[in-house]
């Protein structure tokens, strides 16, 4: 059985820090990907970043400045280091596995996940 575990979220200030933590099990990130997505009260889910089982990472733009993906292979643990957060980075944040040999060029297309985390709240106060 698959499961995603999300941890690390809470309530920071606006220029705070927080990394999230993806833990994986039943699956190995053998040729996947994991991605981290996020949604907004009232808005559709967004993608944030990707990483591949190679070290490829991939960010969406408002994010790439100030966010990093970390992959653990041996503790199959994905990171999400968000730095300088804002209160449009508020969200509930969920980490997803991709099936294999993904591409990367597909990163954002939430469709290509076939596993999902139940995700974490983040809340930036400003």
């Known amino acids: 059985q698959v499961q995603l575990v999300e941890s690390g979220g809470g309530l920071v200030q606006a220029g705070g820090s927080l990394r999230l933590s993806c833990a994986v099990s039943?699956?190995?990130?053998?040729?996947?990907?994991v991605g981290w997505f996020r949604q907004a009260p009232g808005k559709e889910r967004e993608f944030v970043a990707a990483?591949?089982?190679?070290?490829?990472?991939r960010f969406t733009d408002s994010v790439k400045a100030r966010f990093s993906i970390s992959m653990d292979n041996a503790m199959k643990t994905v990171y999400l280091q968000m730095n300088n957060l804002q209160p449009e980075d508020t969200a509930v944040y969920h980490c997803?596995?991709?099936?294999?040999?993904?591409?990367?060029?597909?990163?954002?297309?939430?469709?290509?996940?076939?596993?999902w985390g139940q995700g974490t709240q983040v809340t930036v106060s400003s």
């Open positions: 997803a596995v991709a099936t294999p040999y993904f591409s990367m060029a597909a990163a954002h297309d939430a469709a290509r996940y076939s596993y």
């Open positions: 039943g699956i190995t990130f053998s040729a996947r990907v």
């Open positions: 990483i591949s089982w190679n070290g490829r990472t």
